[in-house]
C-alpha cells in the first residue's frame, strides 16, 4: 500500500523520529572545533526590534581624591556604561522529493489518508530521508562554522565572525556599533608576523600577548586557543627548542626502549591547543591574504565572546506544505542567531611570519 504525504512530513515511523532525536543539528564534530565551542557556550537570547544590546563597561569614571580636614571634595554622576547593538542572523538549509523520485525508489504516494506502507516502502523512505538529512546536518554545519569564522563582510547577511569581533586590525571598524577608531578601549589585542627565527621567541610572545589579555576586566583567562596548521607546527617546534624531554624506563623494563617523537598535546597556560581544520580550508578557498589562516592562532574567552541563538528559533526543523502546482516535498532546517562580544581587550589575534 502507498503513503500519505502527512506520514511522509511526519516522518513515518519510529526509525526516522530515533535519528531526528539521535543526530541533532547542533553536536558539531571536532573537526570543527570554533563550531562546537560556541555551540557548548551557547546563550538563548531575545533580540528586541531586532537588536540584542551588550552593556560595555569602559571606565570607572572615578572621582577619587585626598583630602584633609574640613576640606571639600566634590562627586560626579557616573557614566561608565555603553551600549553594543548586535543583529540577528539566519540561515537555512533543505532538500526535497517529488512524487517521480520517491516512485522510482519504489514508494508510491496519495492522497488516500487510509493508505498503509508495505516493509519495502518503509525501507526505502527512511533510507531516502536519512541520507537527506544527514546530508543537510553536514553540510549546514559546514557552511556555518565557515560563516562564524570570517567578517561577515562578502555576505550582507550573513554574521560577522571571528574575523571581525577579534579582528588582526583592531582599531578599525565598527563592531557592536562602536567605532574602534575612537575607543582604544574596544580593540582586541593583535601580535601578527611574529619571527619565528630564535628559539623561544614565539613562546615569549604568546606570554606577552595573554598577559594582556588578562590586564583589563575581571573575566579571567582565555579559555579556547583555536590555530591554524603552520601555528600549531611553530609552536611545537618552538617549544621543543626551549624544553627537554625525559624517558622514563619501567622497574620492570627489559632489553630496548621505544621511541615515539610525537606529542600527545599542546597546551598554553593549561588551555589545550586546538588545530583548526577549517583555518587550512579557508586559505585554499580564499587564496594570498596579509594574514593567512594558517599561521594564525586565537586567545579566546567564552564569557566574552558568545554565540546567542534567538530564544525558540535554533536549529529548528520545517517541513514546509507541498505548493498547489508541484508535487514536491519540502524538508529543512533553519537557525536564527548572533554572535556577540562584550569585550574585545579580553581576546587576542596571532600570526607567525
Request: proline share 10%; charged share 20%; hydrophobic share 25%.
Given at each position: 500500500m502507498p503513503l500519505t504525504p502527512a506520514q511522509l512530513a511526519s516522518g513515518a515511523n519510529y526509525q526516522m523520529q530515533s535519528y531526528a532525536t539521535d543526530a541533532p543539528i547542533d553536536q558539531f564534530t571536532s573537526e570543527r572545533p570554533l563550531a562546537k565551542w560556541l555551540t557548548e557556550k551557547k546563550i538563548e537570547s531575545v533580540f528586541g526590534n531586532g537588536i540584542f544590546n551588550e552593556k560595555v563597561r569602559f571606565t570607572n569614571d572615578s572621582n577619587y581624591q585626598n583630602y584633609s580636614g574640613d576640606d571639600q571634595v566634590s562627586?560626579?554622576?557616573k557614566d561608565t556604561v555603553r551600549l553594543a547593538?548586535?543583529?540577528?542572523?539566519?540561515?537555512?538549509?533543505?532538500?526535497?522529493l517529488n512524487e517521480t523520485e520517491l516512485a522510482n525508489n519504489g514508494i508510491i504516494l496519495t492522497d488516500d489518508k487510509s493508505a498503509q506502507m508495505t516493509d519495502a516502502e518503509k525501507i526505502q523512505i527512511v533510507n531516502l530521508l536519512d541520507e537527506g538529512w544527514t546530508t543537510l546536518k553536514d553540510g549546514f554545519q559546514e557552511n556555518w562554522d565557515r560563516e562564524m569564522h570570517l567578517d561577515g563582510s562578502a555576505n550582507a547577511?550573513?554574521?560577522p565572525g571571528l574575523d571581525a569581533l577579534v579582528s588582526t586590525t583592531p582599531n578599525v571598524g565598527v563592531i557592536g556599533g562602536i567605532d574602534a577608531a575612537?575607543?582604544?578601549w574596544w580593540r582586541n589585542f593583535a601580535s601578527m608576523g611574529i619571527a619565528t627565527g630564535a628559539a623561544g621567541a614565539l613562546i615569549s610572545a604568546l606570554e606577552t600577548l595573554w598577559r594582556q589579555t588578562i590586564t583589563y576586566g575581571k573575566l579571567?583567562?582565555?579559555?579556547?586557543?583555536?590555530?591554524?596548521?603552520?601555528?600549531?607546527?611553530?609552536i611545537q617546534a618552538d617549544a621543543l627548542k626551549v624544553m627537554g624531554r625525559q624517558i622514563n624506563l619501567g622497574q620492570s623494563s627489559t632489553g630496548g626502549v621505544t621511541l615515539d617523537?610525537?606529542?600527545k598535546a599542546l597546551a598554553f597556560k593549561g588551555v589545550p591547543i586546538v588545530w583548526d581544520p577549517t583555518f587550512d580550508a579557508l586559505d585554499e578557498e580564499l587564496g594570498p591574504i596579509t594574514y593567512p589562516w594558517k599561521k594564525r592562532g586565537y586567545f579566546l574567552n567564552s564569557k566574552a565572546v558568545r554565540l546567542r541563538p534567538v530564544k525558540g528559533r535554533w536549529m529548528i526543523r520545517r517541513t514546509p506544505p507541498r505548493v498547489y502546482d508541484r508535487y514536491t516535498y519540502y524538508f529543512g532546517?533553519?537557525?536564527?542567531?548572533?554572535?556577540?562580544?562584550?569585550?574585545r581587550n579580553s581576546n587576542a589575534v596571532f600570526s607567525i611570519a
Open positions: 562627586y560626579n554622576k547593538p548586535y543583529q540577528h542572523y539566519e540561515a537555512h538549509d533543505g532538500f526535497s547577511k550573513a554574521a575612537n575607543a582604544p579571567g583567562n582565555p579559555d579556547f586557543i583555536p590555530v591554524g596548521s603552520d601555528m600549531y607546527d611553530a617523537p610525537s606529542t532546517q533553519t537557525a536564527d542567531y548572533g554572535l556577540t562580544c562584550r569585550k
